[in-house]
């Protein structure tokens, strides 16, 4: 046996396959939902895309992917909205919660404000910055 250094997507995506095989044959198969990928968008009058959220959803949680608001529209209350509407769309999927990873400088405080409480927080990463999980439960 030899380890070979690849960057082959096929490779990639023959691992990560393997993995989510195994993950699959430990669950109880009420706990098995299909992974869905699911995003929002805002536009404006000229049908520019201003903001947008995206998230991936299976075994009952929505992780948000993505949550991205023009510097020039920012503090209007967009990112609010956008993280609200994929609320409604996990709780009508009965997700039992939502999570997420931001940084020290994108929106922790923004997170928080919106009803997000965090769980972990990997100190200095990026070197300077902190890296903060948050999650925002449905089941309680």
Known sequence: MKIIKQSKQEESDYIRKK?????MEQL?????????NIS???KDDSGETIAGITGTMYWHHLHVDFL???KTVRHKGYGSKLLK????FAREKRCRFIYLDTFSFQAPEFYKKNGYQVFGVLED??????????????DK
């Open 28 to 36: 109880p198969d009420e706990l098995k939902t299909p992974k869905e």
């Open 68 to 70: 991205w608001v023009d």
């Open 125 to 138: 990463h990026p070197k300077g910055f902190h890296q903060y999980f948050l999650q925002k439960r449905f």
């Open 85 to 88: 509407e994929m609320e409604a």
């Open 40 to 42: 929002f968008t805002m």
């Open 19 to 23: 993995v989510i095989e195994h993950n």
